[in-house]
């Protein structure tokens, strides 16, 4: 059995969350192969028994490259089955709707969907989790992620809830569609600067340059966040989302026992829920065990 795990992470929680299949399905002696989707591609589909999706929801949709990869897919012959792994910052329902438009274009080109995850990470927009919540939501996607992959490799079907009205929502909230062409060619450096140029480097679509020693930011941003989430000196300005700017990667290894959690309140009644169904599912797996 082999898989393909084609991902996009902006900042890092998803790849997180596919680096961990790999190994866990490695474990189970699959074969897996992962491929970052704002590279090159080139392989041959029909080598692969199951392919498997990955990326951060934006706005309860997949981000704008990962509907671009899919529409390029080269058609299968023989029916393939189809695994999609999102990961987002809030454990709400309407992200489900995320994947609709994937899994359309998709099951046209014969990729039928028979699974698809959800975990939850911490937010790279909108606020800071605290690191004792990016420790929480990693050690939990750890331990469900192998339970997953139990599922996955019994060919018992796992699919998300559909959402009431989603085709409509989806249409809605569009928002890197405007985003990348209206606010990322808002974006500003300050002078903050060291002009490490690490943000010119890393960014998936090539929109940043630099002319005549200033920073140019053309209209292929993605709102993926890596350029500002990762920059050194915290010195890149995100146009009109600039108060939602979430600045320095989490640590997700250590907890921290004093640290006080940020927005106790946002969305509680979800977090709570996310992680009591998760609990419930380890609990029942050692239960068979
Ligand atoms: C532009 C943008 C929009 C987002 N929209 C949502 C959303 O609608 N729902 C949600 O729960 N999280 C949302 N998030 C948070 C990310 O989905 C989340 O932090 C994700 O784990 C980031 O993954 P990555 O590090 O692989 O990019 C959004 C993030 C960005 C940058």
Redesign the pocket.
């Known amino acids: 059995m082999k898989f393909l795990i084609c991902y996009?992470?902006?900042?890092?929680?998803?790849?997180?969350?596919v680096d961990k299949y790999k190994e866990e399905l490695e474990l189970k002696k699959v074969e897996v192969d992962t491929k970052k989707i704002e590279e090159e591609l080139n392989f041959d589909i029909n080598e692969y028994d199951v392919l498997m999706i990955a990326?951060?929801?934006?706005?309860?949709?997949a981000p704008s490259i990962v509907l671009d990869f899919a529409k390029k897919l080269s058609k299968t012959e023989k029916q393939k089955r189809l695994i999609i792994i999102?990961?987002?910052?809030?454990?709400?329902a309407?992200?489900n709707i995320?994947s609709q438009k994937l899994v359309k274009i998709l099951k046209k080109k014969n990729y039928i969907l028979t699974n698809e995850y959800h975990?939850?990470?911490?937010?790279?927009?909108?606020f800071r989790h605290s690191d004792n919540m990016a420790y929480k939501m990693w050690n939990t996607a750890q331990n469900v992620i192998p339970i997953d992959c139990k599922e996955i490799l019994k060919n018992k079907e796992n699919k998300l809830k559909k959402v009431f009205m989603g085709n409509v929502l989806l249409w809605l909230?569009q928002?890197?569609h405007w985003?990348g062409r209206f606010n990322g060619k808002r974006y500003k450096v300050n002078e903050k600067c060291i002009k490490c140029q690490k943000c010119v480097r890393n960014c998936p679509t090539n929109n940043i340059k630099i002319e005549n020693g200033e920073f140019k930011f053309g209209k292929n941003c993605l709102?993926?966040?890596?350029c500002s989430?990762l920059c050194p000196t915290n010195s890149i300005k995100i146009g009109l989302?600039e108060k939602w700017k979430v600045n320095g990667e989490y640590n997700f290894d250590n907890y921290n026992e004093n640290e006080e959690q940020n927005h106790k309140k946002y969305c509680k009644k979800s977090y709570n829920k996310y992680f009591k169904r998760c609990e419930d599912k380890i609990k029942k797996d050692k239960e068979v065990i």
């Not at 996009?8 to 969350?17: Q, W």
């Not at 990326?55 to 949709?61: E, G, I, K, Q, S």
Request: hydrophobic letters at 40%.
């Open positions: 996009f992470s902006g900042t890092g929680n998803t790849k997180k969350i990326y951060p929801v934006h706005a309860f949709n999102k990961t987002s910052g809030e454990p709400l309407l992200n995320s975990y939850v990470m911490p937010y790279n927009i909108i909230f928002i890197e985003g709102m993926c966040m890596r989430f989302f």
